[in-house]
């Protein structure tokens, strides 16, 4: 007869190896904290199930198990030590000695001043972590952590999809930067020198009516000089040495490539929105998960020295 195991309750395997053990209903039924009655009608579902009598009376009110029931012995032992344990385990993770890879959304911005100091960590305390790094600027749904394609973004976005988890990350703040030999840079521009630039803009959507620095511009009544439009930051920064043109970065991406590069940077001369607020986005059903937590903590931790 073949058992159908979806109606087979856990209970029914405990009880068979605390009869087992025990060998006597009435001790059984209080070690399970049962009734008599319960016990025996377990007794009964497992007689029908494996179409043997399991347990028969002996003296003193011994149940002496059949042949058959000790030769289930040792597997009726072993599956509900399993089950045990599967209760038991700890949901825990240990750094130092997992191997795992988690897989990253960022944009160019954040993998300059976020991937450096995750990387240099992640190899004197995590040396088993890899990191698989993809380029993702803004959210529109939620199909890349339903499908695994990432674990977790960060980012600046517009917009973030309410069925994801957003959590601050640090406060970064727009900057104006340019050749360090810019004549526009040599003092602090005024609003209608920096709306009469080049700029050479970053724009990571479609729709440039978003960037403050339009807005600001169209509210002096002066038509803005955009020498290109670039969809992202590093190719936009190395392109400004050696040109008159002018664009908006994040300061954290300007110091560091400032000592790299013969670049200037000031203050924007708008100061609407100027700050920036960069989050970390992830899916509900990473919420939990130990790694998952591990790794959001840390780019919390890490943040100060990005």
Not at 116 to 143: M, S, W
């Amino acid at each position: 007869m073949k058992t159908n195991i979806s109606k087979i309750n856990i209970q029914l395997l405990i009880a068979f190896a605390t009869l087992l053990k025990v060998r006597h209903v009435t001790n059984a039924a209080r070690e399970l904290n049962l009734s008599q009655s319960a016990l025996s009608n377990i007794l009964k579902q497992l007689r029908y199930l494996f179409q043997d009598q399991l347990f028969v009376r002996g003296q003193a009110s011994c149940m002496l198990p059949t042949p058959r029931a000790l030769e289930l012995a040792a597997d009726v032992n072993t599956a509900v030590q399993h089950f045990q344990l599967l209760f038991q385990k700890q949901n825990t993770f240990a750094p130092k000695t997992a191997i795992k890879t988690f897989t990253l959304g960022l944009s160019d911005y954040t993998e300059l001043v976020m991937l450096p100091v995750l990387i240099q960590y992640l190899e004197k305390n995590a040396p088993g972590i890899t990191l698989n790094v993809r380029h993702v600027n803004f959210l529109t749904d939620c199909k890349m952590f339903e499908n695994d394609c990432v674990d977790l973004t960060v980012g600046s976005y517009n917009a973030i999809p309410k069925e994801l988890i957003a959590r601050p990350v640090y406060i970064d703040r727009s900057v104006c930067i340019g050749w360090n030999k810019n004549p526009l840079l040599q003092k602090p521009l005024s609003g209608e020198e920096f709306a009469k630039a080049k700029h050479l803009i970053i724009l990571y959507y479609a729709d440039r009516s978003l960037l403050y620095s339009e807005k600001f511009i169209e509210s002096l009544g002066i038509k803005r000089q955009v020498v290109a439009t670039v969809p992202h930051t590093l190719p936009a920064i190395f392109s400004l040495p050696h040109t008159q043109y002018i664009s908006i970065v994040y300061e954290r991406a300007a110091k560091k490539l400032t000592k790299q590069l013969p670049l200037k940077m000031q203050p924007v001369i708008f100061k609407q929105c100027t700050r920036c607020e960069i989050e970390m986005v992830w899916h509900p059903k990473n919420r939990n998960d130990p790694a998952h937590t591990w790794l959001r903590d840390l780019i919390i931790q890490l943040a100060k020295k990005y």
